[in-house]
T-cell receptor, first 116, second 113 residues
């Protein structure tokens, strides 16, 4: 089966410019996650969707970051305006909540953002 | 708030050596525990997970981990590493049912042929 798809894989922008990342989760996965991974660190959760509802966005810097998951499938993460400190890898993951409590998050390849 | 500590940032081993990577977490309730691996140029992949039951968990590629509740630890082990195990390894924890992984900072494993 196809894995989690993200685009673009790399993006270089100047500070104060907007940028958007796109994620297509594994077919049928109802839960979608966006993570931020700084160099030398583990991923940090930004937002989690259950279908089209953002159920955990407590770590999302809402002054400049926004996300949407229309129709409960694809998702877009946007930064406007970007700052130098936003340079990082943005990871998307998805999972299927079967109701058993046992699950696994599948990660995409990530988008490496460089802000100059 | 939960946190995860991986004390070994960079480990260098020769092929056939045994591996143990430490992972300690801080969380006051029931937890689910995970080890993920990221091979060079590839995305994060699940090695193994613990939700309940036998605290000794076996994963893919000969890896295993033991959950020791009293020590808040979930160390990863492999009896004999191969050059292909060169990768970055991440321990992660979540409060049971919360669906919010907290990752450690990772351990870079380099296996020399």
């Amino acid at each position: 089966e196809a894995g989690v798809v993200q685009s673009p894989r790399y993006k270089i922008i100047e500070k104060k410019q907007p940028v958007a990342f796109w994620c297509n989760p594994i077919s049928g996965h109802n839960t979608l996650y966006w993570y931020l991974q700084n160099l030398g660190q583990g991923p940090e959760l930004l937002i989690r969707y259950e279908n089209e509802e953002a159920v955990d966005d407590s770590q999302l810097p809402k002054d400049r970051f926004s996300a949407e998951r229309l129709k409960g499938v694809d998702s877009t993460l946007k930064i406007q305006p970007a700052e130098l400190g936003d340079s990082a890898v943005y990871l998307c993951a998805s999972s299927l909540d079967s109701g058993t409590g046992n699950y696994e998050q599948y990660f995409g390849p990530g988008t490496r953002l460089t802000v100059t | 708030a939960q946190s995860v500590s991986q004390h070994n940032h960079h480990v260098i081993l020769s092929e056939a050596a045994s591996l143990e990577l430490g992972c300690n977490y801080s969380y006051g309730g029931t937890v689910n525990l995970f080890w993920y691996v990221q091979y060079p140029g590839q995305h994060l992949q699940l090695l193994l997970k613990y939700f309940s039951g036998d605290p000794l968990v076996k994963g893919i590629k000969g890896f295993e981990a033991e959950f020791i509740k009293s020590k808040f630890s979930f160390n990863l082990r492999k009896p004999s590493v191969q050059w292909s195990d060169t990768a970055e390894y991440f321990c992660a924890v979540e409060g049971a049912g919360r669906r919010a992984l907290t990752f450690g900072s990772g351990t870079r494993l380099q296996v020399q042929p």
